[in-house]
Every structure is written in C-alpha cells, then in structure tokens.
C-alpha cells in the first residue's frame, strides 16, 4: 500500500490547482471564459439552479476510479463549504 502524502500547510489550494491543471492538461481539456458564460446563462442551468441548490446531499452522478479520489472530491466540497452558515461576515 503506498503512503499518502499531503501538502505543507499553507499550500493546500495551490496543490489542488497544480493538480487539477495537470490533470486537465493530461485530458486534453479547454476551459473557454465564453464557454462558463453560456453555461450559466443556460436555461438548462438557471431553470435547475434554484431546484437544486437548496438539496444538500444531492447524489453525484460520477465514476470515481478509486475510494481516494471520490474522498479527494468530498474534502475539497468540505473545505469550499466551510463556514457557509457565517457566509456575510466572512465576505466582510
């Protein structure tokens, strides 16, 4: 079994970003501004929005290739959600 390593503290997010970059570069995946745009703007998108947003647990329709990359996912959804519920005076 190999051993997980972890990033040095303070430099969590730029580890998820080198890796997500490789990984999308590996896949040979763009990420186009307009793109995002139209995504957002999709009916498809603002008609589902308001249905869904407010279902926590919603199951995620993915195919992990392993328990440590579905765990991988549910811990960075954990450390973006953190303090939600003190939302205002975390943006002040």
Do not use: C, D, W
């Amino acid at each position: 079994m190999s051993e997980i390593s972890f990033p040095p503290s303070g430099e969590y997010l730029q580890s998820i970003r080198s890796s997500s970059r490789a990984l999308r570069q590996a896949a040979n995946i763009s990420i186009e501004e307009h793109a995002i745009k139209r995504l957002l703007l999709s009916p498809a998108f603002t008609s589902s929005f308001k249905r869904v947003s407010g279902h926590h647990g919603l199951a995620m329709p993915l195919n992990f290739p392993s328990p440590g990359a579905e765990l991988n996912l549910l811990s960075i959804l954990s450390l973006l959600n953190f303090g939600s519920g003190y939302r205002a005076p975390l943006h002040a």
